[in-house]
């Protein structure tokens, strides 16, 4: 059974830096592409940033040249390092394999809180 379990949230000045760990169990994450996805109080969930099985990323353009995703394969886990945080990045994050017609392909996992005070 797939099974995403994210971690690494917290409290933090705007300005500051977190770095979020997603581990995947289950066959999901071998050749895959994965993503952090991210859902504030009272918006939809997004896309944040998604690096393919060849490791090329991608950004939605809030976090571009401040965030940076990255996998080791060898642990099944995927990092997202957040720099220069802003209070518009508070949101719960989330992993996922990203999948055609902008669906996912496991259970969303717990996710993990990321609250930036000003």
């Known amino acids: 059974q797939v099974q995403l379990v994210e971690s690494g949230g917290g409290l933090v000045q705007a300005g500051g830096s977190l770095r979020l760990s997603c581990v995947a169990s289950?066959?999901?994450?071998?050749?895959?592409?994965m993503a952090w996805y991210r859902q504030a109080p009272g918006n939809q969930r997004e896309l944040v940033a998604r690096?393919?099985?060849?490791?090329?990323?991608t950004y939605a353009d809030s976090v571009k040249d401040r965030f940076t995703i990255s996998r080791l394969y060898t642990k099944n886990t995927v990092y997202l390092q957040m720099n220069s945080l802003k209070s518009e990045d508070t949101a719960v994050y989330y992993c996922?394999?990203?999948?055609?017609?902008?669906?996912?392909?496991?259970?969303w996992g717990p996710g993990t809180q990321v609250t930036v005070s000003s």
């Open positions: 289950g066959n999901i994450f071998s050749g895959s592409d």
């Open positions: 996922n394999r990203p999948t055609l017609g902008g669906g996912v392909g496991a259970p």
């Open positions: 690096i393919r099985s060849g490791g090329s990323t």
